[in-house]
C-alpha cells in the first residue's frame, strides 16, 4: 500500500494553511480581548491618576509623562 508523494505534498500544504489561518484568527481575538481588559494609557487616564494622588495635571507635565512612555517602548 503506498501513497502518492503528491497527494501526501497536498495534504501538508493544505493542513499548513489551515493552521496559518486558524493561528491568525486565534491571535487576532486574544489581541481584542487584550486591549478590551488593558486599554492603552492615554491623556484623560494620567490626568485622572494625578488627581487621584493629589497632584495638579499641567499640559506640560501631561504631555512629558506620555512622551516618557512611548520613548520607554
Known sequence: MTINIGI???????????????????????????????????EDMLRSMMMSMGQKPSEKKIRQMMQQMKNQK
Open 8 to 42: 501526501v505534498i497536498v495534504i501538508a500544504v493544505v493542513a499548513a494553511l489551515l493552521g496559518a489561518v486558524g493561528g491568525f484568527f486565534l491571535a487576532r481575538k486574544y489581541m481584542q480581548d487584550y486591549l478590551k481588559k488593558n486599554p492603552p494609557v492615554n
